[in-house]
């Protein structure tokens, strides 16, 4: 599977950009998944319910499943963050994993700017930015497309994973 990181600061539309290229991607043939890494904690069950009950007695995974979807929630209580490459271990096969997030990570990234940032962009100082949304500084060493330029952000994304 390739994966590409989509980066950038907060409030930026990291994941406006993910929700439009994912099915222009797929409109390319391509199967595509996704990851979206948060620095802080997150809750997607509701408290009361029966998979929060089933956490809450200290189950150490709870899987729900429906015939439309199945999740599976792992505690890692007080533990390190899991490594990306972990995580994606556990996802089925795709042609191309979308990272929301881990920019930290030595991988491809596109670096989403919103319009009103002034701070240096982050391809500045990571080489592992191959190009910039939203930001048309002729500075900027790495291809750069407009924010609505799915099209070819989309040809471009296939075209760096060989795909």
């Not at 595509?32 to 007695?57: L, M, N, Q």
């Not at 997030?101 to 391809?123: D, S």
Request: proline share 6%; glycine share 8%.
């Amino acid at each position: 599977m390739e994966i590409l990181g989509i980066v950038g600061r907060q409030n930026s539309g990291k994941t406006t950009l993910i929700t439009r290229l994912v099915p222009a991607l797929k409109s390319l043939g391509l199967s595509v998944s996704t990851v979206k890494h948060s620095h802080h904690g997150f809750e997607i069950d509701t408290p009361g319910k029966d998979t929060f009950r089933h956490r809450e007695s200290g189950a150490e995974e709870v899987m729900f499943a429906s015939k439309q979807r199945w999740v599976l929630m792992r505690e890692l209580g007080t533990g390190t963050e899991p490594p990306l490459e972990d995580l994606i271990a556990h996802m089925t096969p795709v042609d191309l994993v979308l990272v929301e997030g881990f920019k930290t990570l030595p991988l491809a990234k596109i670096e989403v700017r919103a319009p009103e940032n002034t701070e240096p962009t982050l391809q500045s100082g990571d080489e592992h930015v191959v190009a910039v949304v939203g930001d048309q500084n002729p500075d900027i060493s790495v291809p750069t497309f407009g924010r609505d330029d799915i099209d070819a952000i989309s040809d471009f994304i296939a075209a760096r994973v060989a795909l």
